[in-house]
């Protein structure tokens, strides 16, 4: 229901590239997250008698909550290249990148899952090449944290050095 207010949103109000940021993918990795426990519980249909019941409706609402983060993630990268090569956001590290590197493996996690929990061996293809995907995404992020400290430091370091050799200045 979110992600339907999201798509309404970026539709139908005016969307500022500055207001577009890193949680947006968060509601990628919540259907993701479902995916993967509906994947498990279809696993595990031969341990819980009642799960057998459920099975047709967890099958399809499994389904349909992977084609929705499945559809979303195409959807993200195009808005990203709009905002930072279209619009040139600068693109700097922000905490908030965390929480795209995650919902990438979850949705790779969940793909693998529900393929075995459908046998729909095709999809395996999707998670071969989403690894990278979030390895990258994790790799970029992890790589951007280290710049962010390392610049944090030199600066407060040229403070210091600043400070000091003012003082030995003034005296």
Do not use: C
């Not at 099975?55 to 983060?69: A, E, N, Q, S």
């Amino acid at each position: 229901m979110i992600i339907t207010l999201i798509f309404y949103r970026f539709t139908f109000v005016e969307l500022k590239f500055a207001a577009l940021t890193p949680p947006y993918w968060i509601n990628m990795g919540a259907v993701a997250i479902t995916t993967l426990a509906g994947s498990t519980l279809m696993l595990h249909v031969d341990n819980w008698s009642f799960l057998s019941e459920l099975l047709p409706f967890l099958k399809g609402f499994t389904l349909f909550f992977w084609i929705t983060g499945t559809w979303w993630i195409p959807l993200l990268f195009i808005l990203m290249i709009w905002r930072h090569l279209y619009h040139h956001y600068p693109l700097k590290y922000d905490p908030q990148f965390w929480g795209m590197a995650f919902p990438l493996a979850m949705y790779t996690t969940s793909t693998y899952q529900l393929s075995k929990a459908l046998s729909l061996p095709f999809l395996q293809v999707i998670p071969r090449f989403m690894v990278y995907v979030a390895m990258t995404a994790w790799l970029m992020v992890f790589l951007g944290l280290i710049h962010h400290l390392y610049a944090s430091f030199r600066q407060q370091r040229g403070e210091e050095s600043s400070s000091l050799w003012q003082r030995t200045r003034k005296r």
